[in-house]
């Protein structure tokens, strides 16, 4: 049997958050982390962000944490100092926003799904709906009104490594979208 193999590129740079999610090639999904809170976000291809209540959002000066993605490519942000530390991962070399700092190969991918909390509320049909947990609230994502079984998820893929005694660990996750999936779905 024979195992398929990918590789995973990536760059590493510094830039200030806005600089860096300016930096996006064109519309994504942005999870950004304040002390304060978790916002939900979107960018469009001309790069203006977007939360549920605000479609001329602006970055949070808190903001210590941001994970953007657009099914292609993953930008991680991290705050450090002045500025902050960036990591850009694609399968392709050429999907990065400068040339590639690192590089693994013989990888096998796998996908993943990770369940996030909250019921569906109703919406009122714009880019963003509502979902609801008791103990947490409410929170919007850019995501279709759902009902019933219907969670919000995120996709991504585990690129798997293995070591020079065939031991295999995870090695590498980038998130690929936002999607809602009826967990009762046959």
């Not at 942005?30 to 970055?59: C, F, N, Q």
């Not at 049909?125 to 995120?154: E, I, M």
Request: glycine share 10%; net charge negative.
């Amino acid at each position: 049997m024979s195992v398929p193999s990918t590789a995973l590129s990536w760059s590493t740079g510094r830039a200030p958050a806005v600089a860096a999610v300016a930096a996006f090639p064109g519309a994504a999904t942005l999870l950004v982390s304040t002390p304060t809170g978790h916002h939900v976000a979107i960018r469009s291809a001309d790069g203006r962000l977007a939360v549920h209540d605000d479609p001329e959002w602006t970055l949070p000066a808190g903001a210590f944490q941001i994970v953007a993605f657009d099914g292609v490519r993953e930008l991680r942000w991290l705050a450090d100092g002045d500025t902050g530390r960036t990591v850009w991962l694609a399968e392709d070399p050429a999907d990065l926003p400068g040339p590639a700092t690192g590089r693994l190969d013989d990888l096998e991918p796998l996908p993943a799904r990770t369940v996030l909390w909250g019921h569906p509320l109703p919406g009122d049909g714009g880019d963003f709906s509502p979902w609801s947990d008791g103990r947490v609230g409410v929170v919007h994502h850019p995501l279709p009104a759902s009902t019933g079984a219907a969670r919000p998820c995120l996709d991504a893929v585990e690129y798997v490594g293995f070591d020079e005694h065939g031991n295999a660990a995870v090695v590498e996750r980038r998130t690929v979208e936002m999607l809602v999936v009826d967990l009762v779905a046959p």
